[in-house]
């Protein structure tokens, strides 16, 4: 399983635009990627079904919030408070999301796309606001990733897109490549 899970760095009381609109623009890249998305520290004071309707009724984006609900009918949606110690297992390892990432925690893209064909299940943390993930996430997480292997820092909402988009693609690419060497061995 690969999860988006968005930290959410801005106000923990009351809801903000940028709270919903990140939500609605995750939802459709997640779907169409096959991630799930996973909700942290979010302000929101109601269940997911009130939440789907919540961001369905303000904003267009995502076709209002249509994949929002096809994730959560799917059961790919998951909303809760920023875990103090450890996430739940099924999210599989943690991996922070940064520009900057530890060199003894580095995971590539590839290294990603290499073990999620081997179904090895990742979460993808990405913070929301101008704070970035709190510190502590970065030595509770298994892996660092730089999505752009080249230091550079994203807006959120573009690593959001980034993130499954390059994942997705090299597993493809990887998978192509082994049915192209399973063939060819098959010749002989």
Do not use: W
């Amino acid at each position: 399983m690969l999860t988006m899970g968005i930290v959410n760095m801005y106000d923990k009381i009351k809801i903000v635009d940028a709270h919903y609109r990140a939500i609605a623009r995750a939802a459709p890249i997640c779907y169409a990627y096959g991630f799930s998305l996973a909700l942290f520290d979010f302000p929101f004071k109601m269940d997911k079904d009130e939440l789907v309707e919540f961001v369905m009724d303000k904003t267009t984006i995502g076709e209002s919030g249509k994949y929002l609900d096809l994730l959560n009918k799917e059961h790919h949606l998951f909303v809760s408070d920023l875990p103090p110690k450890g996430f739940p297992a099924h999210f599989g390892s943690v991996v922070t999301t940064t520009s900057k990432p530890y060199p003894q925690k580095v995971l590539t893209p590839l290294d990603v796309a290499a073990g999620n064909m081997r179904k090895k299940s990742y979460m993808f943390l990405v913070g929301l606001g101008r704070k970035g993930l709190p510190k502590d996430l970065f030595e509770r997480a298994e892996y660092h990733l730089d999505i752009t292997t080249k230091g550079i820092s994203l807006e959120t909402c573009t690593a959001i897109g980034a993130i499954p988009t390059q994942i997705n693609a090299l597993t493809f690419a990887l998978e192509q490549r082994q049915k192209k060497s399973e063939s060819d061995y098959e010749k002989y």
